[in-house]
T-cell receptor, first 112, second 111 residues
């Protein structure tokens, strides 16, 4: 059982570069979301999706774009990386209706 | 404004003792309250969860106590073991499964 798979695991970017963090789930979950984890701040919601073709903003969406063309995939795009986006990024998926989220292993991103 | 407040930030407990972590929330629209356990370098993993119509839920050594009127909930880990040493996060979710997390508690269980 793969669950939620995130790639890459580690990435170093220069300020101004763009990149896409990949997330795929094989549990046929309708809901998917992206969080960032910073020391002392827990996890904060960036964007979420309740199904293919439907996305919305979370708490900290600025500087990030998402799209959801299939149930399985939910990529996160950084348009122009900034040092403030240095963080650990987690993708999660869940069934609808107040169900727990299953998290991937994370992508550690450093922007220099 | 942080939607979910968690305390303490860190906790040291002797093996066999009880670990208690507390959380408080403001938004009464939250209807699902999970606790996650995270080991270094790993993603958060669901430990136990509760809905607001229940005051207590127990799974093995882990118990959630929920006080709806006070908008508070807590995690109790009975007979704490060194293998329980990890960071614990409480969370509150709405009906879109948008979760708001506490800032985390780093638990260290001494042998």
């Amino acid at each position: 059982n793969a669950g939620v798979t995130q790639t890459p695991k580690f990435q170093v970017l220069k300020t101004g570069q763009s990149m896409t963090l990949q997330c795929a789930q094989d549990m046929n979950h309708e809901y998917m979301s992206w969080y960032r984890q910073d020391p002392g701040m827990g996890l904060r919601l960036i964007h979420y999706s309740v199904g293919a073709g439907i996305t919305d903003q979370g708490e900290v969406p600025n500087g990030y774009n998402v799209s959801r063309s299939t149930t399985e995939d939910f990529p996160l795009r950084l348009l122009s990386a900034a040092p403030s986006q240095t963080s650990v990024y987690f993708c999660a998926s869940s069934l609808p209706g107040g169900a727990s989220a299953f998290f991937g292993q994370g992508t550690r991103l450093t922007v220099v | 404004q942080q939607q979910v407040k968690q305390s303490p930030q860190s906790l040291i407990v002797q093996k066999g003792g009880i670990s208690i972590i507390n959380c408080a929330y403001e938004n009464t629209a939250f209807d699902y309250f999970p606790w996650y356990q995270q080991f270094p370098g790993k993603g958060p993993a669901l430990l136990i969860a509760i809905r607001p119509d229940v005051s207590e839920k127990k799974e093995g050594r882990f118990t959630i106590s929920f006080n709806k009127s006070a908008k508070q909930f807590s995690l109790h880990i009975m007979d704490s073991q060194p293998g329980d040493s990890a960071t614990y996060f409480c969370a509150a979710g709405d009906n879109f499964n948008k979760f708001y997390f506490g800032s985390g508690t780093k638990l260290n269980v001494k042998p």
